[in-house]
């Protein structure tokens, strides 16, 4: 099993600063990596596949990088309503065996 | 745009089995695989399992074989997710998530259902 590990577990950030989010896989999973931004209450949403894409209707303040084994999420900007916990995910191995990482909460300082 | 819409919440006992299903509407079942992720109270995500409906069969991680099963229904554009042999430990909110294609590439989920409570309780 491929493991995901997300760092720091909690990131705080003053609004309007910026916000870097890192996750590291096990193995190599070139850039078959998405993020996931899951607010209090709510269901996932897609925010980046294939590392570095943004799905559709996210922000341009989103962004992300990496290919491999490291990853990295980045908020360009910190606005309230990106206090969330995200998740990245690896989609690279088959049988598929998908792995989500454990997460990391943005909250506002 | 596709919308995944599952069923309701379920209380069941220890040793018994569930049966969540969710119903896809919008886009062409079949061009997409269906997963199943679920969460544990205050934990993350864990990606359970999933089908390329009418291309079957369904994969599992290790830790579910044997205790669960997925299937899809092409005719009315639903999958379908049982776990077996309930214990406390699968308490959790349960979404059936939607894969961007069939490919390795595209298995990332772009669209989820609003997700099932599953409580387990004596």
């Known amino acids: 099993e491929i493991v995901m590990t997300q760092s720091p577990a909690t990131l705080s950030v003053s609004p309007g600063e910026g916000a870097t989010l890192s996750c590291r896989a096990s193995?190599?999973?070139?850039?078959?990596v998405a993020w996931y931004q899951q607010k209090p209450g709510q269901t996932p949403r897609l925010l980046i596949y294939?590392?570095?894409t943004r799905a559709t209707g996210i922000p341009a303040r989103f962004s992300g990088s990496g290919s491999g084994t490291e990853f990295t999420l980045t908020i360009s900007s910190l606005q309230s309503e990106d206090c969330a916990v995200y998740y990245c995910?690896?989609?690279?191995?088959?049988?598929?065996?998908?792995?989500f990482g454990q997460g990391t909460k943005v909250e506002i300082k | 745009q596709v919308q995944l819409v599952q069923s309701g919440a379920e209380v069941k006992k220890p040793g018994s089995s569930v049966k969540v299903s969710c119903k896809a509407s919008?886009?062409?079942?079949?061009?997409?695989?269906i997963s199943w992720v679920r969460q544990a109270p205050g934990q993350g995500l864990e990606w359970m399992g999933g089908?390329?409906?009418?291309?079957?069969?369904?994969n599992y991680i290790q830790k579910f074989q044997g205790r669960l099963t997925i299937t899809a229904d092409g005719s009315t554009s639903t999958a379908y997710m049982e776990l077996s042999r309930l214990r406390s430990e699968d308490t959790a909110i349960y979404y059936c998530?939607?894969?961007?294609?069939?490919?390795?590439?595209?298995?990332?989920?772009?669209?989820w259902g609003q997700g099932t409570l599953v409580t387990v309780s004596s």
């Open positions: 998530v939607k894969s961007r294609g069939r490919y390795l590439e595209e298995w990332y989920f772009d669209y």
């Open positions: 919008g886009g062409t079942f079949g061009n997409y695989a």
């Open positions: 089908i390329i409906p009418l291309f079957g069969p369904a």
């Open positions: 193995q190599s999973v070139t850039s078959n």
């Open positions: 294939g590392a570095s």
């Open positions: 995910q690896q989609y690279n191995n088959w049988p598929p065996t998908w792995t």
